[in-house]
């Protein structure tokens, strides 16, 4: 099964004259995971254009994917889709494949296909940054919610994208954790709040029966608001993108003074750290991991979080390549955490107190975070200790 991880899509606006469409080529899957059998590789143009596609490895590499008939080397005309074989990565390391695309108009570009490495869960460890560590439990539901995105201009592309990816707890009837990429893709454009509180309609597997969810129609009560862990401004893109920020799996109760408070302060400053309105290609997505700490407490059925966290990771704005994150050193790369407890203490709280390093977060949860970077360079960026310099406004709020 393919991992759409990171969809390399390079596609441009088209006109209705051949001749104004754009050169262009795309993996449907830039990253794959160990197991992955098949990938394909399409191409645009103006009509009449042909192309030819070759594939390279590093050297004293071996050839690890290839084009039909086994050969590395494939071509035809514009808009065609090229399918080709990968095999499986029984190996620890990451693997690289270059498909160098050239047309006959004299336009080349070259795309990089990722392979993770040999896991025991190749259908979660995937290439997401935001992504956790798997972590067994009995109770443990992993999903991953996936949306097609309006393109609402050739920086802001559409597409099949995941939505966010959860950690349901059937025994607490929370997420865990529910994590999610931000880009401007995503927020931009402003399609609003739909307010569809409704059970997980379990149309994408695997299925968490109603059973096991609280009916989110209903407000907790007891001074709890329904508390969004993705937040529905996050995903403003379609209606259909925002209705799934609305589904119980993705709701806990919050103290109403503390969700209304420094939380949603918090996911305002979270959106304003974010790229949510480029102007142009930026490859610097602020990846989140939101979470909530069961405490003792029940209300409708439903464990109370104690604590409520955030971690989030990103490459320093100054930043502007197209690389994957597990490219960037320690010091490319930064990180924050943040702990609330939820009650009215945490509401009067501020960014700066409630702030901390990932590694304390990884303390006080047991998630293990940013998985995909190299461990040496994990370790430091998860001991940063919070910058002001790097994350504006967090000593004023």
């Known amino acids: 099964m393919l991992i759409l991880a990171a969809l390399l899509v390079l596609f441009t606006g088209c006109s209705d004259e051949d001749d104004a469409v754009e050169n262009a080529a795309a993996l449907a899957a830039a990253t794959v995971n160990c197991s992955a059998t098949t990938n394909s590789l399409s191409t645009q143009g103006p009509a009449g254009t042909s192309f030819v596609a070759t594939i390279a490895f590093p050297e004293g590499e ?20 090229i399918a080709f074989v990968i095999d499986e990565n029984t190996s620890d390391a990451y693997r690289a494949a270059d498909f160098t695309v050239t047309y006959s108009n004299g336009y080349s570009t070259i795309l990089r296909l990722w392979q993770m490495p040999a896991s025991s869960n ?7 940054a935001e992504q956790p560590a798997y972590r067994q439990g009995a109770n443990y539901i992993y999903k991953t919610y996936y949306t097609t995105l309006r393109s609402t201009n050739k920086y802001l592309v559409g597409g099949y994208r995941r939505n966010f990816s959860i950690c349901y707890d059937t025994d607490s009837r ?9 880009h401007g893709c995503y927020t931009s454009p402003n399609s609003g709040r739909t307010d569809t509180w409704a059970y997980d309609p379990n149309d994408q597997l695997p299925v968490i029966d109603r059973s096991l969810q609280y009916n989110v129609q209903n407000t907790y009560g007891g001074g709890y608001a329904r508390g969004h862990q993705c937040p529905s401004a996050d995903r403003y893109n379609t209606d259909e993108t925002n209705a799934m920020t609305f589904y119980s799996t993705n ?11 420094s939380w949603v302060t918090l996911e305002g400053k979270i959106r304003a750290w974010a790229p949510t309105t480029v102007t142009k290609m930026r490859y610097d997505t602020l990846f989140v991991v939101t979470g909530a700490l069961p405490g003792s407490r029940q209300i409708s059925g439903v464990r109370v979080p104690s604590k409520c966290w955030k971690v989030l990771l990103k490459q320093k704005r100054d930043q502007n390549e197209n690389r994957q994150i597990w490219e960037f050193a320690a010091d490319e790369l930064q990180a924050i955490g943040f702990i609330f407890p939820n009650d009215r203490s945490g509401a009067g709280l501020t960014l700066r107190e409630a702030a901390c390093t990932v590694r304390e977060v990884e303390e006080r949860t047991g998630f293990t975070f940013f998985e995909n970077l190299d461990p040496a ?21």
């Open 62 to 81: 071996a050839d690890w994917c290839s084009f039909p008939s086994n050969t590395s080397v494939a071509g035809g005309s514009v808009g065609e889709q």
């Open 122 to 128: 190749p259908g979660f460890q995937r290439a997401w």
């Open 174 to 182: 929370i997420a865990l954790w529910v994590a999610y990429p931000l």
């Open 377 to 397: 360079v994990a370790a430091q960026v998860k001991s940063q200790e919070p910058d002001i310099a790097l994350w504006p406004g967090l000593a004023t709020n």
């Open 251 to 261: 709701i806990m109760p919050q103290n109403y003074n503390f969700n209304g408070g």
